[in-house]
């Protein structure tokens, strides 16, 4: 458990272990000082220099689908993985990668990525996972998972199987969200529980953020799954 700064192609990281890592208190401290702690707080660093237009934010994709908000994400959330299963995607026998499916035209209908929130009316089975439900709200808000490039649409006769790994999409932090609820909420959750200061500047290379925003990136491995079926023949 813990906070590692490393530095990639000019710009600063904050790297997490685990999903407890991040918290209130750490994003708050992100904004306010470019780093998770505060000057109060053992492991501030007083040599940082922040760079408030690129204030990034790093943690496994497995510590958030294994403790986190993904932890109830199951295969079978995705459309494309229950067509598959069901036989409805008419393949020769054999494995393919989400890429060849496509350029093959069969999954005009279906992405691999689903999109939730965490504000208690999810469509899809979010959780706030190892930190409370406030925390994992006011921190994520609206989330988005995909079957990585690492999964296999298998078929041999009447056998069907999915084999890869789920993993986190990108977020950002910044009391903006296209959820209808989280429009309503952010205003007024940014004036009780935001920052007392907010240093984040918007990125020049983003013109679209209005007062500037963390980025929160995912990396390795996601959660392994496999799922099987046999579906008789029509």
Sequence with gaps: MGWTLIEEAGKKIWQASEYIDLQYDEI???????????PYQDGFDQDFMPDYQNVIVRMPHQA???DGHGKNIRP????????????EIDI????????????????????????????????????????????????????????????????KGNFYAVKGEIGVLHDNWDFQSGNPIAKIVNPLVATIFGPDYYNLEPNPSKPSDVMGRIEIEYFGPGKPFLVQSFVPSR
């Design 28 to 38: 708050t401290n992100l904004a306010e000082h470019g780093q998770p702690r505060n």
């Design 64 to 66: 958030v689908m294994c």
């Design 76 to 87: 079978t959330d995705f459309p494309i993985v229950n067509e598959f299963l069901n036989g």
């Design 92 to 155: 020769q026998d054999g494995s393919y990668s989400f890429a060849r499916l496509k350029k093959l035209g069969k999954t005009l209908r279906f992405r691999r990525t689903i999109h939730g929130n965490l504000y208690a009316m999810s469509s899809i089975p979010t959780i706030p996972g190892a930190i409370s439900a406030g925390d994992a709200a006011y921190i994520y808000g609206s989330v988005g998972y995909a079957l990585m490039g690492s999964t296999r649409y298998e078929k």
